[in-house]
């Protein structure tokens, strides 16, 4: 008789959590939840001291600056053999990269059925791969799609927040760095933007900065621009 095969389930929201557990318990044969966890640091401390066989992480936790990605990547730093599963809401060809770099054997929408979370258990715990049918075809499309360059990205909380170039520039520059930033640098950098993405007004580059961020999970509404000097490294 194979071993029960125990489980950890990660989500912030408590109505989604349950009713994963539940699935899971429900239509998973030989499945036990062993423990559940609200956040990226519970589910840190709960998957070193529980050492379950698999790990069901969300993606995005709201209010952490951490995600479900950042939790596989340090259970692999930490030597936690448990084996992840990364759920969504949406699918996106960046996340999907990241995820299986950084160690996750299994990549599903959230809203799966059970047969689908069953299927993608099992596969993480006999160290295979599981993924969506479309996975395929979202990489290619996400592989065609521009790029921002690194100094590009940590350009827009700032953007999205609303600050001017000047501000930026301002507010950088009265830290004490050895290199000073200037407005027209920044410019520079906006209009790369615009012209990479066929934004054609700064308004659309706010609303654009708005959604990259919110994709990524890069906050921008809490910003502290003197306590962010290494995000303004252009």
Not at 18 to 34: D, L, N
Not at 59 to 72: P, W
Not at 206 to 214: G, L, R
Request: hydrophobic share 40%.
């Amino acid at each position: 008789m194979r071993q029960k095969v125990t489980i950890l389930v990660l989500d912030d929201h408590p109505v989604v959590r349950q009713g994963v557990v539940a699935m899971i318990q429900a239509y998973g044969e030989g499945f036990h939840v062993v423990g559940e966890a609200c956040s990226p640091d519970e589910g840190l401390a709960k998957a070193a001291a529980l050492r379950p066989d698999v790990v069901v992480t969300d993606l995005i936790f709201n209010g952490s600056s951490r995600n479900g990605i950042d939790v596989i990547r340090e259970l692999q730093m930490q030597g936690v053999p448990s084996r992840c599963v990364l759920i969504t809401a949406n699918m996106q060809g960046h996340y999907m990269v990241e995820a299986f770099k950084a160690g996750a054997k299994a990549f599903l929408y959230k809203e799966s059925d059970a047969r689908e979370y069953v299927k993608a258990i099992e596969a993480a715990f006999e160290g295979m791969t599981y993924f969506p049918p479309e996975l395929p075809q979202e990489l290619d499309r996400w592989s065609r799609l521009p790029r921002l360059t690194p100094s590009e990205e940590r350009l827009m909380p700032y953007v999205a927040k609303g600050l001017t170039s000047k501000e930026i520039a301002r507010e950088y520059n009265h830290l004490d760095s050895p290199k000073v930033i200037e407005p027209r640098t920044i410019d520079q950098h906006k209009s790369n933007i615009k012209q990479k993405f066929a934004i054609d007004s700064m308004g659309g580059l706010v609303a654009f900065a708005i959604k990259y961020c919110d994709d990524n999970n890069l906050d921008y509404r809490n910003l502290q621009i003197q306590a962010k000097r290494s995000l303004l490294g252009f």
